[in-house]
Nanobody, 123 residues
Framework: QVQLVESGGRLVQAGGSLRLSCAASGRTFSAYAMAWFRQAPGKDHEFVTA????????SYGDSVKGRFTISRDDAKNTVYLQMNSLKPEDTAVYYC????????????????WGQGTQVTVSS
C-alpha cells in the first residue's frame, strides 16, 4: 500500500515557474514508477510525465516537453515536477500516481493516486 500526498499547487502568472512535490509513504518507494497526470475542467486525465523506479528513464507528454522536468529523491520518498514557462492551458488539477508495472503512460496501470493539487496559470 502506498499513500501519496501532493503539494505546491497555487496561482501563478503565465511564464512563471512552479515546483510540485509528491510525498509517498512506505519503504519500497524505489520499486514504483511515478507519474504526474493532470485534469482540466471538463476534460479527461492527461499524461504529463513519468519516471522509472531507478530514475534513469523518463517520459513526457508532447504538451510539456522542454518545459517540465520530473525527478525523484528516493531518500525522501518524494517525486517532483518542475514546471517552467507555464501557460494558461497548464491550468489543471495535478495528480501524482505510482505504478508497479514500470514506466508507462497508461493511466490504468497506475494503482495508487494522490488527492491532487490545483495549479492555476493566469494570462
Amino acid at each position: 500500500q502506498v499513500q501519496l500526498v501532493e503539494s505546491g499547487g497555487r496561482l501563478v502568472q503565465a511564464g512563471g515557474s512552479l515546483r510540485l512535490s509528491c510525498a509517498a509513504s512506505g519503504r519500497t518507494f524505489s520499486a514504483y514508477a511515478m507519474a504526474w497526470f493532470r485534469q482540466a475542467p471538463g476534460k479527461d486525465h492527461e499524461f504529463v510525465t513519468a519516471i522509472s523506479g531507478s530514475g534513469d528513464s523518463t517520459s513526457y507528454g508532447d504538451s510539456v516537453k522542454g518545459r517540465f522536468t520530473i525527478s525523484r529523491d528516493d531518500a525522501k520518498n518524494t517525486v517532483y515536477l518542475q514546471m517552467n514557462s507555464l501557460k494558461p492551458e497548464d491550468t489543471a488539477v495535478y495528480y501524482c500516481a505510482a505504478s508497479v508495472y514500470g514506466l508507462t503512460v497508461t493511466r490504468l496501470l497506475y494503482t495508487y493516486w494522490g488527492q491532487g493539487t490545483q495549479v492555476t496559470v493566469s494570462s
